[in-house]
């Protein structure tokens, strides 16, 4: 563990924090965890859309608020274990989900951290970059997919905003689960190109009005088992309309907007299972349980290293406000990624 010297620079990291005029780039102490905790030398952070909604004061908690240290989602090397933790020793590659991530040192819960797969079989081991993109989608898809969404091999799924590095995974979480249609929608020609190479048998525009006419022609007339929705807002009834009857839509983002129209009737006649999903009112437990069940049906893929998200850009740490800049301009396909060490 680096020196925790009170005259020395050495117990000093820096670290990107959220204050009221945006994200600046300062020196504070390297964290001390607890015996219930691990210390994470950062290599890559990851950004995640939530960080934008953090740094602009929308977002409180232990993850936000000024003078919080930015970011959700990281991969490093363990550095310290807490007396009570199993599982993990000083040296393992990790990657992690929590809180603090923009920053070369950070603490890490074991229920949200997992090993790198070393890959060892495979001859193509898992880059610091590529394990930075997974916690969060993998932990975010899998929950919704399967637990929430009760999702069965054969059915079809349909993921709203698939262009993003969450919506990614989630194509490719329901290919391998079994799914017998995947869909995917983004509102950017460009970015729907690509998403047949991460497992979409269709992918659609939901900025157009009869997006969901195509859903219904793909389906029979009968409308998807479940979709997945990042975007919510003004696609929430065309959502309904393109759901199968006793079908189920996850509302995991709201992109498009916190509050729209919503039909109530259509919501009553197609007897729609609508669930809400979220991690910030979830307690430490229930994370751990969302994280157990993913790694029971991820892990073989895992190991193998085939879950693939584009990295579309990496910035060095110091420049964490361009990159949200960047993510907020929404030109991006994939994940953004800091450059720490």
Same mark, same amino acid.
């Given at each position: 563990?680096?020196?925790?010297?009170?005259?020395?620079?050495?117990?000093?990291?820096?670290?990107?924090?959220?204050?009221?005029?945006?994200?600046?780039?300062?020196?504070?102490?390297?964290?001390?965890?607890?015996?219930?905790?691990?210390?994470?030398?950062?290599?890559?952070?990851a950004l995640n859309r939530a960080d934008l909604g953090m740094?602009? =004061?929308?977002?409180? !908690?232990?993850?936000?608020?000024?003078?919080? $240290? &930015?970011?959700?989602?990281? %991969?490093?090397? @363990? /550095?310290?274990?807490?007396?009570q933790v199993e599982g993990f020793q000083r040296g393992d590659?990790?990657?992690?989900?929590?809180?603090?991530?923009?920053?070369?040192?950070?603490?890490?819960?074991?229920?949200?951290?997992?090993?790198?797969?070393?890959?060892?079989?495979?001859?193509?081991?898992?880059?610091?970059?590529?394990?930075?993109?997974?916690?969060?989608?993998?932990?975010?898809?899998?929950?919704?997919?399967?637990?929430?969404?009760?999702?069965?091999?054969?059915?079809?799924?349909?993921?709203? =905003?698939?262009?993003? !590095?969450?919506?990614?995974?989630?194509?490719? $979480? &329901?290919?391998?689960?079994? %799914?017998?249609? @995947? /869909?995917?929608?983004?509102?950017?020609?460009?970015?729907?190109?690509?998403?047949?190479?991460?497992?979409?048998?269709?992918?659609?525009?939901?900025?157009?009005?009869?997006?969901?006419?195509?859903?219904?022609?793909?389906?029979?007339?009968?409308?998807?088992?479940?979709?997945?929705?990042?975007?919510?807002?003004?696609?929430?009834?065309?959502?309904?309309?393109?759901?199968?009857?006793?079908?189920?839509?996850?509302?995991?983002?709201?992109?498009?907007?916190?509050?729209?129209?919503?039909?109530?009737?259509?919501?009553?006649?197609?007897?729609?299972?609508?669930?809400?999903?979220?991690?910030?009112?979830?307690?430490?437990?229930?994370?751990?349980?969302?994280n157990q069940l993913m790694i029971q049906d991820l892990q073989?893929?895992?190991?193998?290293?085939?879950?693939?998200?584009?990295?579309?850009?990496?910035?060095?740490?110091?420049?964490?406000?361009?990159?949200?800049?960047?993510?907020?301009?929404?030109?991006?396909?994939?994940?953004?990624?800091?450059?720490?060490?």
């Amino acid at each position: 563990m680096p020196s925790t010297n009170s005259n020395s620079r050495s117990h000093m990291m820096n670290a990107v924090v959220i204050t009221a005029q945006g994200l600046e780039i300062v020196s504070r102490p390297i964290p001390v965890p607890t015996d219930q905790q691990l210390l994470i030398k950062v290599h890559r952070a990851a950004l995640n859309r939530a960080d934008l909604g953090m740094a602009a =004061g929308h977002r409180h !908690g232990p993850a936000g608020g000024t003078g919080a $240290i &930015a970011g959700l989602e990281w %991969a490093g090397e @363990v /550095i310290s274990v807490g007396d009570q933790v199993e599982g993990f020793q000083r040296g393992d590659r990790v990657m992690c989900a929590g809180a603090g991530g923009y920053a070369e040192y950070a603490i890490a819960d074991p229920v949200r951290t997992h090993l790198i797969p070393s890959n060892a079989a495979f001859g193509n081991g898992m880059t610091y970059a590529e394990a930075a993109c997974l916690p969060v989608a993998l932990s975010t898809m899998h929950d919704a997919i399967v637990t929430l969404g009760r999702f069965q091999p054969g059915q079809s799924v349909l993921i709203q =905003g698939a262009s993003s !590095g969450v919506g990614i995974i989630g194509l490719q $979480i &329901a290919r391998h689960l079994g %799914a017998k249609l @995947v /869909i995917g929608t983004s509102t950017n020609s460009a970015r729907r190109a690509q998403l047949a190479d991460y497992g979409a048998d269709l992918v659609l525009d939901s900025s157009v009005a009869d997006w969901h006419e195509q859903v219904l022609d793909a389906t029979d007339n009968r409308g998807v088992d479940l979709i997945v929705d990042q975007v919510s807002g003004g696609v929430a009834n065309n959502n309904m309309r393109a759901t199968r009857i006793t079908g189920t839509i996850v509302n995991v983002g709201r992109l498009g907007g916190m509050q729209a129209e919503f039909n109530f009737d259509l919501h009553a006649l197609r007897r729609i299972n609508y669930i809400g999903a979220t991690f910030r009112t979830r307690s430490r437990a229930e994370v751990a349980r969302i994280n157990q069940l993913m790694i029971q049906d991820l892990q073989t893929k895992l190991e193998a290293n085939d879950f693939r998200i584009p990295i579309d850009r990496e910035f060095p740490l110091a420049a964490a406000a361009d990159a949200q800049a960047y993510m907020a301009a929404n030109q991006h396909f994939g994940k953004i990624l800091l450059a720490v060490l």
